[in-house]
């Protein structure tokens, strides 16, 4: 693992320092790498939905649309359930 070092003002360390105990991580570099994880998802997500909005919808999303998907979701969500990738 590589190590990086930051300059931090004194509130941003305090209030990383809280957070740190409050939140029950085991140090500073937890938090911070839990919060980079976060961004990465955060701009994950984005990508994916400027992606969405730029492509063509496969089908009408009607109520016929919608009752297929709750029956498909009803049935990935039973016990003992396989869903399909």
Do not use: C, W
Not at 22 to 48: A, F, M, P
């Amino acid at each position: 693992m590589s190590t990086m070092n930051i300059s931090l003002p004194e509130s941003l360390k305090t209030f990383i320092d809280e957070q740190v105990s409050q939140r029950g991580y085991g140090t500073s570099s937890e938090y911070v790498r839990e919060l980079i994880r976060h961004d990465q998802e955060r701009l994950q997500l984005r990508s994916l939905l400027l992606a969405g909005a730029e492509s063509q919808p496969a089908s009408m999303a009607d109520e016929r649309y919608f009752s297929r998907l709750r029956k498909r979701v009803h049935m990935s969500t039973k016990p003992g359930s396989k869903t399909k990738k």
